[in-house]
Structure formats: C-alpha cells, structure tokens
C-alpha cells in the first residue's frame, strides 16, 4: 500500500470550504484512497473514499488528481464541530491487510 | 441501531492484572480489528481477524491476546506481559476481509495503570 503525505496542521474559517491534500505518489492501479477523521477521545469516524472519479456524499467531497498521486477532501461549509485529525489512507482493494492509519492532518475550524 | 460497541469506557489495570477489553458488533461483518493509539500518535495494529476461530499479529501484538469464538465478537485482552499497557484501544470491523469497503470504528476504551 501507498505512503501518504499529509500537511501536519490547517485552520479554517468557520463556512468556508475547508480543503485537505494528500499526496500519496506511489500510488498502484488497485489501491484506493479512503479519508477518516478523530474528534478528540473517539473512535475515527470514516467519510468518504474513490478509487479514480471524484466522490461525493453528504458528509464531503473527494477529488483525485487524473495521475492519481494526489487527492483533495473538500468539506464544503466547515463548522466547528468538524475540527478534527484528518487522515488519508491509499489501501489496496485487493489485498487482505488492514488500513494504516499515519498521523493525519489537525484542522482547527475558527469562528 | 447497528453499530460497534466498545466496553468499558474507562479501565484501570494493577500491577501484574490481566483485562479483557469488548468488542461487539452488530453489523454482520466479517472482519475485526484491534488498534492501539498513544497520545498524539496515529493507529497501531495489534491484532486482526478476517473470520471466526482465525487472527493474526499485527504490529504490536506482543503482550495481547484475542480469541474470536462468534462472529460478532472480538475480545482483547492486555496480559500482564504488556508493560506500558496505557493507551486508548480501537475496535473496528468492515464487511469482508477482502475488497474497497471501508472498517468502522467504535468509541473505543482507555485504559490507565492504577
């Protein structure tokens, strides 16, 4: 499975987009990027993920680059209850091997 | 309400003690998971299953044991043989061992050395 890189910390004006990158370059045909996020003292909680077409669901927007090593979450009006650690994972779907989970992205939401 | 229950909350282990964390879903889902996480660190995989009566070491699993005897149930225990047992311990299953589905989590249990 891909390594992924993510900006360590972000901070976000509270209704705005908030946008998080992920840069996983080695990324193989089979594996797909799956995004989960850490509300302080929780379990994570999974949001979204795509393997090459861009994804949306009621929670977020996934948008994978067309060469595939980098994809952005799109959290389309941020609030405050949204802070959270980010993180982005590249797994493949055919292998039996759990997620990794590294050590993501802290967005703080500002009022 | 399917979901993933973790059990206790909070746990606090003596010198020498073993504890049994839970584990229960309800989801029907095939595989389950053990995570260790340390304060301000990412997820450490102790132990996982794929189906009833197997498992497998993860990248911690020395000092825990699992056993999953029924589908739904996936149950740590953190022996004596853990020395720094401290950490927030994550449950987690997913519908099949294999393919794109993502794991779910619980709520998860800390645990403290009293």
């Known amino acids: 499975d891909a390594k992924t890189t993510q900006p360590p910390s972000m901070d976000c004006a509270e209704g705005r987009a908030a946008n998080l990158p992920c840069n996983h370059s080695?990324?193989?045909?089979?594996?797909?990027v799956y995004w989960y996020r850490q509300i302080h003292s929780q379990g994570p909680q999974y949001i979204i993920h795509g393997l090459k077409n861009n994804e949306t669901n009621e929670m977020a927007s996934l948008i994978i680059t067309e060469d595939r090593k980098s994809s952005t979450l799109i959290l389309p009006h941020a609030t405050l209850r949204d802070t959270a650690v980010y993180y982005c994972?590249?797994?493949?779907?055919?292998?039996?091997?759990?997620?990794?989970f590294g050590k993501g992205t802290r967005l703080s939401v500002i009022a | 309400d399917g979901g993933i229950t973790q059990s206790p909350k909070y746990l606090f282990r003596k010198e020498g003690q073993n504890v049994t964390l839970s584990c229960e879903q309800n989801l029907n889902h095939d595989a389950m998971y053990w995570y260790r996480q340390d304060p301000g660190q990412g997820l450490r995989l102790i132990y996982y299953s794929q189906i009833v009566n197997d498992f497998q070491k993860g990248d911690i699993a020395e000092g825990y044991s699992v056993s999953r005897e029924k589908k739904e149930s996936f149950p740590l225990t953190v022996t004596s043989a853990q020395k720094n047992p401290t950490a927030f311990y994550l449950c987690?299953?997913?519908?099949?061992?294999?393919?794109?589905?993502?794991?779910?989590f619980g709520d998860g249990t800390r645990l403290s050395i009293l």
């Open positions: 994972i590249s797994k493949s779907f055919s292998g039996n091997t759990p997620l990794v």
């Open positions: 987690a299953s997913r519908q099949g061992a294999f393919g794109n589905q993502p794991q779910h």
């Open positions: 080695t990324i193989s045909g089979n594996e797909y």
